[in-house]
């Protein structure tokens, strides 16, 4: 069923502080090294105990996963690059039939849908339905029309001859916006699989999504201020922001005008666009419909943050 005439790839993670290697993704390197040719590659921050014989641990502190990658693609002999977050809980035959399926597409970036391994709280409902808007609809949508410029960072397959020396040398923690324009800027094949490539832990409080969502805004300032000069990029990072963090005011502003001419209509707009975000999981109702009150709020303190690390409100004074 697989591919193994691959000559070399590397599984690679990023441990950082105290962080240990999961015992799932030594299982997926255990199911990869009976596939193909595979080095297992862990970027930590110092020196673990390491009693895996197979994994081989490259220090590099204090440094963002950008730069990791950046420092792997020059020093490797692998072909291809499958980075998967230490804190992904792996689907291993959905990995093993994507690995196959993009090799076979000789694709130059390779992903799939993330999922989320928990949805017992209304906080971790809330952000499966935004996983889903985004991996199902809005990625798709984006890459297809010719305007993506993102990936899921916690799992991709990259070939190695296609990014080296063509990734920007600008360090940030948007690696998965910086690849993406990269791959668009330099025509690469890019391969999107539909299957769940793994579930992720969501953030549990409303707070601790909310500080993660200011560090995105502060990533994407960075991004913006770094490719202001090249109109070609900046277009399709603008386009990747708007369409993923502004689509609420789209969701709001259609229901405002039904609400002009039908108050009643845009009661039921709101029920049916809401239940479209369930994707089919009405018991998701619930956070659904919270959902659209909640996540326009979060996008806009994003909006905000977004607006003050770039600067777009500074006034300048006559001298």
């Known amino acids: 069923m697989?591919?193994?005439?691959?000559?070399?790839?590397?599984l690679v993670t990023f441990v950082s502080g105290p962080e240990v290697l999961t015992?799932?993704?030594l299982t997926l390197a255990d199911?990869?090294?009976?596939?193909y040719d595979t080095d297992v590659i862990?970027?930590?921050?110092?020196?673990?105990?390491?009693?895996?014989?197979?994994?081989?641990?490259?220090v590099s502190p204090s440094t963002t996963k950008y730069v990791r990658i950046l420092q792997l693609l020059l020093r490797t002999q692998a072909d291809y690059f499958l980075c998967v977050d230490n804190d992904i809980t792996p689907n291993l035959n959905a990995i093993l039939a994507f690995l196959?399926?993009?090799?076979?597409?000789?694709?130059?970036?390779?992903?799939?849908?993330?999922?989320?391994?928990?949805?017992?709280?209304?906080?971790?409902q809330l952000i499966k339905i935004d996983k889903m808007l985004s991996h199902c609809i809005i990625r798709p949508m984006l890459w297809r029309s010719?305007?993506?410029?993102?990936?899921?960072?916690?799992?991709?397959?990259?070939k190695v001859k296609?990014?080296?020396?063509?990734?920007?040398?600008?360090?940030?923690?948007?690696?998965?916006?910086?690849?993406?324009?990269?791959?668009?800027?330099?025509?690469?094949?890019?391969?999107?699989?539909?299957?769940?490539?793994?579930?992720?832990?969501?953030?549990?409080t409303l707070f601790s999504l909310l500080c993660q969502r200011i560090r995105w805004g502060k990533g994407f300032s960075q991004v913006v201020n770094a490719n202001y000069q090249f109109l070609n990029r900046l277009s399709l990072i603008l386009v990747h922001g708007a369409a993923y963090h502004l689509l609420w005011i789209v969701f709001w502003g259609l229901i405002y005008i039904t609400a002009l001419v039908n108050a009643n209509f845009a009661f039921l707009?709101?029920?049916?666009?809401?239940?479209?975000?369930?994707f089919g999981q009405m018991s998701l109702i619930t956070a659904a419909l919270l959902y659209t009150i909640v996540f326009p709020v979060i996008h806009l303190v994003w909006l905000i943050v977004v607006i003050f690390y770039t600067g777009w409100l500074t006034v300048s004074t006559p001298s």
């Open 2 to 10: 697989y591919m193994n005439n691959i000559k070399k790839l590397s």
């Open 23 to 25: 015992d799932d993704f």
């Open 31 to 35: 199911n990869l090294q009976r596939f």
């Open 42 to 58: 862990v970027f930590v921050d110092h020196l673990h105990a390491n009693e895996n014989p197979l994994v081989r641990q490259i």
């Open 100 to 124: 196959s399926e993009s090799f076979s597409a000789q694709a130059d970036l390779s992903w799939g849908r993330i999922g989320v391994s928990s949805t017992s709280g209304l906080i971790t």
């Open 146 to 158: 010719g305007w993506g410029s993102s990936l899921p960072g916690q799992l991709f397959l990259l």
């Open 162 to 204: 296609a990014f080296r020396e063509r990734l920007s040398k600008i360090d940030t923690v948007f690696d998965d916006l910086t690849i993406g324009i990269c791959a668009r800027e330099h025509n690469c094949k890019v391969y999107f699989n539909q299957s769940i490539l793994g579930w992720e832990k969501p953030k549990a």
């Open 269 to 278: 707009l709101w029920l049916t666009l809401t239940a479209a975000l369930t």
